[in-house]
């Protein structure tokens, strides 16, 4: 018979309890990001649960949990560095943008952006910022070309409602 302090159920609840808190403010101290640290923390937690039979078979479970979320943090900042080097290679390519950028458009693409479904605003970034192919950003995404195809046009045409045809435009560099 299982008795309630043999449900893994019960016991990662109990597990949960003690040591999320503590996971969250390590995942702060390491990243410096309040927001995200609640993410990650939550992330370690499904892996942990994922794993708990390991996990509660370690000599130190809360030791564990930590390595989850330092892993974790680790990969965030990895792609965040990948990620600064792809966006820093599409400006170097981009050599023939040498005037000053004009803030107050910046901040409206930016604006007209989020207010984008994320589909959309990955479909039209990617294909129009990084310049990258249906195909690629298909495979990117995880979804079909025909799907690529469809929220790259939705996503163009509400920027062209939020910005005006001419910016949404000259925004994609001339294409459509």
């Known amino acids: 018979m299982v008795t309630a302090a043999d ?6 609840q109990a597990f949960f309890e003690r040591h999320y808190a503590e996971l969250a403010r390590l995942a702060h101290l390491l990243t ?8 990650l ?43 600064r080097r792809r966006v820093a290679l599409f400006w170097d390519r981009r050599s023939e943008w040498t005037r000053e950028p004009d ?8 604006s007209a952006l989020r207010a984008l479904p994320f589909r959309k605003r990955a479909c039209v970034v990617l294909r129009h910022a990084f310049d990258l192919s249906e195909r690629d950003t298909a495979l990117a995404l995880g ?4 799907t690529v195809k ?3 046009s939705k996503g ?8 005006g045809t001419e910016a949404a435009t000259e925004l994609v560099g001339g294409k459509s």
């Open 7 to 12: 449900d893994p159920a019960t016991e990662f």
């Open 156 to 163: 163009m045409a509400e920027l062209q409602r939020l910005l």
């Open 32 to 39: 410096g990001e309040r927001e995200g640290a609640d993410d």
């Open 143 to 146: 979804i079909s070309v025909g």
């Open 103 to 110: 803030v107050t458009v910046v901040v409206d693409v930016q």
């Open 41 to 83: 923390a939550a992330d370690a937690m499904v892996a942990l649960w994922h794993r708990w039979d390991r996990v509660r078979g370690a000599d130190h479970p809360a030791a564990y949990a930590r390595g989850v979320v330092a892993n974790l943090v680790r990969s965030r900042i990895r792609g965040t560095v990948r990620e």
């Open 150 to 152: 469809s929220q790259t």
